[in-house]
């Protein structure tokens, strides 16, 4: 025999819509929303000895109190020698990296293309809109030199994913 449950809509005891967990599912670890923006595809040069932002950053507002975030950032930047580039994630006004940064970009020797990767696991507790942003300084200047993204006309990427804990 063969049943068949026909309804117009499911609601919670609250009058909401139900998510997997009202339904006891198990849903921990999976990737609930993906948000990415590409940076400007101009010259932008690093000179500031404080964090700056390098035109990445993304809005998201949580699904759960309890998701964790996976912050990825990708780009080449062109550095001068003797010249050290710090970069970090902030989440709103907090530097998720140290004093320092995440990543650090070094070249000793001759101008040259480094590449970044960013990635750093964040769990904000909250369901208000966040913004996390790269942002990058170098250090006080050696020689004079800057470092530079974009010089060789390479996209900067930045992607936030949320997911569910």
């Known amino acids: 025999m063969t049943s068949v449950l026909k309804v117009d809509s499911i609601q919670n005891a609250a009058g909401g819509a139900p998510t997997a967990a009202d339904l006891g599912l198990n849903v921990a670890g999976t990737v609930l929303q993906v948000k990415q923006t590409i940076g400007s595809t101009s010259?932008?040069?690093?000179?500031?000895?404080?964090?700056?932002?390098?035109?990445?950053s993304v809005n998201i507002?949580?699904?759960?109190?309890?998701?964790?975030?996976?912050?990825?950032?990708?780009?080449?930047?062109d550095v001068d020698a003797n010249e050290q580039t710090f970069f970090t994630v902030?989440?709103?006004a907090t530097d998720l990296g140290s004093t320092n940064g995440l990543v650090n970009a070094w070249n000793g020797?001759?101008?040259?293309?480094?590449?970044?990767?960013?990635?750093?696991?964040?769990?904000?507790?909250?369901?208000?809109?966040?913004?996390?942003?790269?942002k990058a300084k170098v250090a006080p200047a050696i020689s004079g030199a800057?470092?530079?993204?974009?010089?060789?006309?390479?996209?900067?990427?930045?992607?936030?994913?949320?997911?569910?804990?």
């Open 90 to 92: 902030f989440r709103d």
């Open 61 to 77: 507002t949580p699904r759960n109190a309890n998701s964790k975030f996976l912050v990825q950032g990708a780009m080449d930047i």
């Open 109 to 134: 020797t001759n101008r040259m293309i480094v590449p970044v990767t960013i990635l750093i696991l964040d769990a904000p507790s909250t369901t208000s809109q966040i913004t996390y942003e790269i």
């Open 43 to 56: 010259v932008q040069n690093i000179s500031s000895t404080s964090f700056a932002g390098v035109g990445l």
């Open 146 to 165: 800057a470092s530079r993204l974009n010089s060789q006309g390479c996209k900067i990427i930045m992607t936030v994913s949320e997911i569910a804990g």
